[in-house]
């Protein structure tokens, strides 16, 4: 089956302008997360959603990030006025409830540079 | 706070060598241990995983044991293979619910043949 897809793949933008990047999940399952990943490091967590709910979005750095899941499928993260330093990979992930120990697979990332 | 502190790389080595990347955790109560991979040019992966003490995770000859008792989870293999060149991440998530994992920094290793 498909895994976890990742739209776009790259994404240059300037500072100051709003992106949206898009997730869509391995079919049925119903926890979906998104992490950053700066050169160098390893991911950091922003959200996760159970079903069409933020479950968790300790993550998120500020307000000027915001994400989605209207339907409980596709996700949408958005980032309004971007600055430099929100230059990353944005991954996502999904995982199943019936799977055991939390096993998250993870789509190809999109690579954003904002400059 | 839960944080997973592995091993500065990078780390070289030749083929048929042998393995050892540290992962030590701090956590409250019993987490998920967890190592991923990624390949060049490729997406992250789950390597092996353990959701107990003493629990041992396996796949494609590398090892990794939950040791509560010095809250490690050290990633082994006996013989490397230029095609494992790739960084690796220990990571961890509390329990076994659904919920956010925690990474380490990820270990680049090279291998030469």
């Known amino acids: 089956g498909a895994g976890v897809s990742q739209t776009p793949s790259n994404k240059v933008t300037e500072k100051g302008k709003y992106v949206e990047l898009r997730c869509d999940p391995i079919s049925g399952h119903t926890a979906l997360y998104w992490y950053r990943q700066s050169l160098g490091q390893g991911p950091e967590f922003l959200i996760y959603?159970?079903?069409?709910?933020?479950?968790?979005d300790s993550g998120l750095p500020n307000d000027r990030f915001f994400a989605v899941r209207p339907e409980g499928s596709v996700s949408t993260l958005k980032i309004q006025r971007t600055e430099r330093g929100d230059s990353a990979v944005y991954l996502c992930?999904?995982?199943?409830?019936?799977?055991?120990?939390?096993?998250?697979?993870f789509g190809p990332g999109t690579r954003l540079t904002v400059l | 706070g839960d944080s997973v502190t592995q091993m500065e790389g990078p780390v070289t080595l030749s083929e048929e060598a042998f393995l050892t990347i540290n992962c030590t955790y701090t956590?409250?109560?019993?987490?998920?241990l967890f190592w991923y991979v990624q390949y060049p040019g490729e997406g992250l992966q789950l390597l092996l995983k353990?959701?107990?003490?003493?629990d041992k995770g396996s796949n494609k000859g590398f090892e990794a044991t939950y040791r509560k008792e010095t809250t490690s989870f050290h990633l082994e293999k006996g013989s490397v293979q230029v095609s494992d060149s790739a960084v690796y991440f220990c990571a961890l998530t509390r329990g076994s619910t659904l919920g956010r994992l925690y990474f380490g920094r990820g270990t680049q290793l090279t291998v030469w043949p």
């Open positions: 992930a999904s995982s199943s409830p019936t799977g055991q120990g939390n096993e998250q697979f």
């Open positions: 353990a959701t107990k003490a003493d």
């Open positions: 959603f159970q079903g069409t709910g933020a479950a968790d």
């Open positions: 956590a409250t109560g019993y987490p998920s």
